[in-house]
């Protein structure tokens, strides 16, 4: 499978936990970005990098979310200190960026998401 | 405060009733309009990009069209199997997309 993939699946925690998530973009991919999404809402952008560069973070992104993608390729997503409003789905996505700013750029390709539970 | 909207957030179809799903837009420095679709549980699909105003994309039975203030997603002749979320997302300058809260489509056989 050569999509986007993110690992666990589904993570369950207790409240003031840290949890890790990890995200494999598609290989010749240099952009990558992760979102947060809650049943009924569209994803929410929280951060973005291309190659090893985090480029922009959200201003909702507060200081416990830390993501990092040390070698340019795969990226970890962590949240310390958990809190129930944290309960959502994550979502990582790649894309491919020839700078040209023409088509086929920033065309974003999902991964199917880590959901967390925080109880 | 740029903002996408979409509208309507649910959609009955019967099979082969054709509609339209809107998506207004107020984002600065708009770069480019995406069209996604999501299944439950799963990350979104991507459908189309336009970039400019007048631009339509097609691709099956859908059908993505761009002004300078909307964008429409013409569904001609549903299919159950296009029961699904369609998410409608707007760059603008930065890289930062901003999606809106989807419509959520079920077409009956």
């Known amino acids: 499978d050569t999509g986007v993939s993110q690992d666990p699946r589904h993570k369950i925690t207790k409240r003031g936990q840290n949890v890790t998530f990890r995200c494999d973009p598609i290989s010749e991919h240099n952009r990558l970005y992760w979102y947060r999404q809650t049943l009924g809402q569209g994803p929410e952008f929280l951060t973005y990098?291309?190659?090893?560069?985090?480029?922009?973070k959200s201003r909702l992104l507060s200081d416990r979310f830390s993501a990092e993608r040390p070698k340019g390729s795969f990226s970890t997503l962590e949240i310390q200190r958990t809190e129930q409003g944290d309960s959502a789905m994550y979502l990582c996505?790649?894309?491919?960026?020839?700078?040209?700013?023409?088509?086929?750029?920033?065309?974003?390709?999902f991964g199917p998401g880590t959901r967390l539970t925080v109880l | 405060e740029d903002q996408v909207t979409q509208s309507p957030e649910a959609l009955r179809l019967q099979e082969g009733e054709s509609s339209s799903l809107n998506c207004s837009y107020t984002?600065?420095?708009?770069?480019?309009l995406f069209w996604y679709r999501q299944d439950p549980g799963k990350g979104p699909e991507f459908l189309f990009t336009l970039y400019s105003a007048g631009e339509e994309k097609e691709k099956e039975r859908l059908k993505a069209t761009l002004t300078k203030k909307e964008s429409f997603l013409h569904i001609t002749a549903p299919k159950p199997e296009d029961s699904a979320t369609y998410l409608c997302?707007?760059?603008?300058?930065?890289?930062?997309?901003?999606f809106g809260t989807g419509t959520s489509l079920t077409v009956i056989p």
């Open positions: 990098f291309q190659n090893e560069a985090q480029l922009e």
């Open positions: 996505a790649s894309s491919f960026s020839p700078g040209t700013g023409g088509a086929g750029d920033n065309e974003q390709f």
């Open positions: 984002v600065s420095g708009l770069r480019g």
């Open positions: 997302a707007a760059i603008r300058t930065g890289n930062q997309f901003y």
